[in-house]
């Protein structure tokens, strides 16, 4: 069974929802950045260990979190002797908007993953964009490149829409699927 590890910054609990539904279809450890932008201890250690990371970040200002970008920062040290080189790589975000810019935040994360040499996973799901669709349907919000959620300002992170939840959990079983088929 692979080792998956979704890494995530959250601000207000939206994020770290949207992990909780990632890890839970990947069957995947969770590894919260912490406020200050640091991983816990032995963090690093865990990365270097996981078959495919998947991280997490809610999208501010149309990009990463402070806190993600100081992790990302950080990363030189295994980008150096390209430790993650062919680890697997994906990657989910949250805003308030409905569009909110996340596309730039998924593009971050996948600049990453490629400075490391890595390999993207992508959503591998078709959006609901039908007559017929509901905000509550999987993919509503019609990413292919990470998993996205959007969640209104003034709602707390127990009121996220649950298609975007399940969409969370669909993106972390492909991952896991992909991870298996990578892993001997």
């Given at each position: 069974m692979p080792k998956i590890v979704v890494l995530y910054h959250s601000g207000y609990g939206h994020t770290q929802r949207m992990a909780q539904s990632v890890a839970q279809g990947a069957e995947a450890e969770l590894m919260a950045i912490d406020a200050d932008g640091n991983l816990?201890?032995?963090?690093?250690?865990?990365?270097?260990?996981?078959?495919?990371?998947?991280?997490?970040?809610?999208?501010y200002m149309g990009n990463v979190s402070w806190q993600f970008k100081k992790f990302a920062d950080a990363s030189s040290k295994p980008w150096?002797?390209?430790?993650?080189?062919?680890?697997?790589?994906?990657?989910?975000?949250?805003?308030?908007?409905?569009?909110?810019?996340?596309?730039?935040?998924?593009?971050?994360?996948?600049?990453?993953?490629?400075?490391?040499?890595?390999?993207?996973?992508?959503?591998?799901?078709?959006?609901?964009?039908?007559?017929?669709?509901?905000?509550n349907d999987p993919n509503f919000l019609g990413s292919y490149s990470g998993a996205i959620a959007q969640s209104p300002s003034d709602a707390g992170a127990g009121e996220m829409f649950s298609g975007d939840l399940e969409t969370a959990r669909s993106f972390g079983r492909r991952v896991a699927d992909v991870a298996a088929r990578f892993t001997p």
């Open positions: 816990p201890e032995g963090g690093w250690e865990t990365l270097d260990a996981a078959d495919a990371i998947i991280m997490g970040s809610p999208t150096y002797t390209q430790a993650w080189k062919d680890k697997l790589f994906a990657g989910f975000t949250n805003s308030a908007a409905a569009n909110g810019d996340k596309m730039s935040t998924l593009n971050y994360l996948f600049t990453l993953a490629m400075q490391h040499g890595g390999i993207w996973v992508s959503q591998g799901m078709l959006p609901s964009n039908s007559k017929a669709a509901q905000r």
